[in-house]
């Protein structure tokens, strides 16, 4: 998972970043707006967080940028200003959380896991606009089809299930599956992902299907 930390003190840029390698995110640090800018457009970004007082230009016009001009990419805004005001403006422009100066760690952390497992910020319009053939019952980890058919998976399969169904057509990475199925890092050399699409395949095909890209993820193809 990659992460930008736009974040002008250095002892709080080196604080977080540290701490959130450790936790095994790859993250890179800007010390501006300029230079959180230049890399945005390299593209790629799983979470902004982001300061609103930087140093060559407000805070909350870079984040309307972010939420408008760059692909869609959550952003944890992490700022002293602690007014309602301040932190209505910055949900209003489209920030996906608000965590206020001075902070725990643990609870930062704990907002990133959260952001990172909620996905995309947005689908795009084919993704939005496109029907499953089934419905998924959360109560009994089942599938039903549209004709009463009832298909009960694991609860692991069925997590696994739902979060692709939550962006179908769309290429969701192993990475980004790990996050938010298993919520801890497993070893990159892990075959989890794999196997248990492996398991939904067996299941389920040809109503479910499961595209790998190579090189990229997987893609549940509906529509």
Same mark, same amino acid.
């Given at each position: 998972?990659?992460?930008?930390? !736009?974040?002008d003190e250095?002892?709080?840029?080196?604080?977080?970043?540290?701490?959130?390698?450790?936790?095994?995110?790859?993250?890179?640090?800007?010390?501006?707006?300029?230079?959180a800018s230049?890399?945005? %457009?390299? *593209?790629? /970004?799983?979470?902004?967080? &982001? @300061? &609103? $007082?930087?140093?060559?230009?407000?805070?909350?016009?870079?984040? =309307?940028?972010?939420?408008?001009?760059?692909?869609?990419?959550?952003? +944890? !805004?992490? =700022?002293?200003? #602690? *007014?309602?005001?301040?932190?209505?403006?910055?949900?209003?422009? *489209?920030?996906?959380?608000? $965590?206020?100066?001075?902070?725990?760690?643990?609870?930062?952390?704990? #907002?990133?896991?959260?952001?990172?497992?909620?996905?995309? %910020? =947005?689908?795009?319009?084919?993704?939005?606009?496109?029907?499953?053939?089934?419905? &998924? @019952?959360?109560?009994?980890?089942?599938? !039903?089809?549209?004709?009463?058919?009832?298909?009960?998976?694991?609860? #692991?399969?069925?997590?696994?299930?739902?979060?692709?169904?939550?962006?179908?057509?769309?290429?969701?990475?192993?990475?980004?599956?790990?996050?938010?199925? /298993?919520?801890y890092q497993?070893?990159?050399?892990?075959?989890? !992902?794999?196997?248990?699409?492996?398991? &939904?395949? #067996?299941?389920?095909?040809?109503?479910?299907?499961?595209?790998?890209?190579? *090189?990229?993820?997987?893609?549940? +193809?509906?529509?």
């Amino acid at each position: 998972m990659r992460l930008l930390i !736009v974040e002008d003190e250095p002892l709080i840029a080196r604080f977080v970043s540290r701490g959130l390698r450790a936790e095994g995110y790859t993250v890179v640090t800007a010390g501006g707006a300029q230079q959180a800018s230049e890399k945005l %457009v390299q *593209g790629g /970004w799983d979470l902004v967080i &982001l @300061d &609103l $007082l930087l140093p060559d230009r407000d805070g909350l016009e870079l984040l =309307s940028e972010i939420c408008t001009d760059a692909p869609p990419v959550p952003v +944890l !805004v992490l =700022s002293a200003r #602690r *007014g309602v005001e301040t932190k209505v403006a910055a949900l209003d422009a *489209g920030a996906s959380d608000y $965590l206020s100066k001075p902070f725990a760690f643990d609870e930062l952390l704990a #907002r990133v896991r959260a952001l990172l497992r909620r996905g995309p %910020v =947005s689908r795009t319009e084919d993704a939005a606009e496109c029907e499953l053939a089934f419905a &998924l @019952d959360a109560q009994t980890h089942a599938l !039903v089809t549209d004709d009463g058919m009832r298909l009960t998976l694991s609860e #692991r399969e069925y997590a696994l299930l739902e979060y692709l169904a939550s962006t179908p057509n769309q290429i969701v990475s192993r990475e980004r599956i790990l996050n938010a199925v /298993w919520q801890y890092q497993f070893d990159p050399r892990s075959n989890v !992902v794999d196997v248990y699409v492996g398991r &939904l395949r #067996r299941k389920l095909e040809p109503l479910v299907r499961i595209e790998t890209v190579r *090189g990229g993820g997987y893609r549940l +193809l509906a529509g």
